[in-house]
């Protein structure tokens, strides 16, 4: 069993599996009390005027208790960033962490703006908004009960994350990393490409970051 786990994290694209080894530990280590919620929240006075700058990181990696709501957060953000990574984004591992670093970055100027101190449902709602807009035509079959194209999965998705958490702050974080993910689209597919006419820092990543992930 251990073995089958092993072969198919395998073959989960490096930062999609990064990241969700690092979700699977986080919320691990609160269930078993090693930490609590209350040291991985964001905030700016936390991360700035108590000194606490490693909240800027957690954040992104805490999805809740273990429960149906952190296992439909964690199923549909693997799913599709596993999909663009190896789509969108093959071989170019460095440009997929500058769009979820961009991304995570105005996430957290959002935060205090929404009041929203765990922002990892938002930012992973950005690269299902992107893989959906880059997909239009695609048939996304919800559940098996019914059938939608692409561009409606983000909102099919928050709209469910409303029912299952019971509350509308749940999907506002949802909706506000369909937000950023939107731009993130706009950016690369959009304004560099139609408007600038190739691409620009805010749509590739640095050449320093190109060397660091191999991909130069």
Same mark, same amino acid.
């Given at each position: 069993m251990n073995?089958? +786990?092993?072969?198919?994290?395998?073959? &989960?694209? =490096?930062?999609?599996?990064?990241?969700?080894?690092? #979700?699977?530990? /986080?919320? +691990?280590?609160?269930?078993?009390?090693? &930490?609590? =919620?209350?040291?991985?929240?964001?905030?700016?006075? #936390?991360?700035? /005027?108590?000194?606490?700058?490693?909240?800027?990181?957690?954040?992104?990696?805490?999805?809740?208790?273990l429960s149906l709501d952190f296992i439909f957060h964690l199923f549909f953000f693997m799913r599709y960033?596993?999909?663009?990574?190896?789509?969108?984004?093959?071989?170019?591992?460095?440009?997929?962490?500058?769009?979820?670093l961009l991304s995570s970055l105005m996430l957290l100027a959002f935060s205090p703006l929404f009041n929203l101190p765990f922002l990892s449902s938002s930012l992973a709602f950005v690269p299902i908004y992107i893989w959906s807009r880059r997909h239009p035509s695609t048939p996304i079959s919800l559940f098996g009960i019914f059938t939608i194209s692409a561009p409606y999965l983000p909102l099919a998705l928050v709209g469910f994350s409303w029912v299952i958490s019971g509350t509308w702050k749940a999907a506002a974080g949802d909706l506000i990393g369909c937000a950023v993910g939107h731009v993130g689209w706009f950016l690369r597919d959009v304004w560099a490409r139609e408007m600038v006419?190739?691409?620009?820092?805010?749509?590739?990543?640095?050449?320093?970051?190109?060397?660091?992930?191999?991909?130069?």
């Open positions: 073995v089958g +786990v092993e072969a198919w994290l395998t073959q &989960v694209p =490096p930062i999609t599996r990064t990241w969700l080894a690092l #979700s699977v530990a /986080t919320s +691990v280590a609160v269930q078993c009390q090693v &930490v609590t =919620p209350l040291q991985l929240y964001f905030s700016f006075k #936390s991360a700035f /005027t108590n000194t606490q700058p490693w909240r800027m990181v957690t954040t992104f990696f805490y999805f809740g208790p960033s596993r999909m663009l990574e190896e789509s969108s984004f093959a071989n170019r591992r460095a440009d997929y962490f500058w769009l979820l006419g190739g691409y620009t820092p805010l749509s590739e990543a640095p050449e320093a970051l190109k060397r660091l992930f191999g991909d130069v």
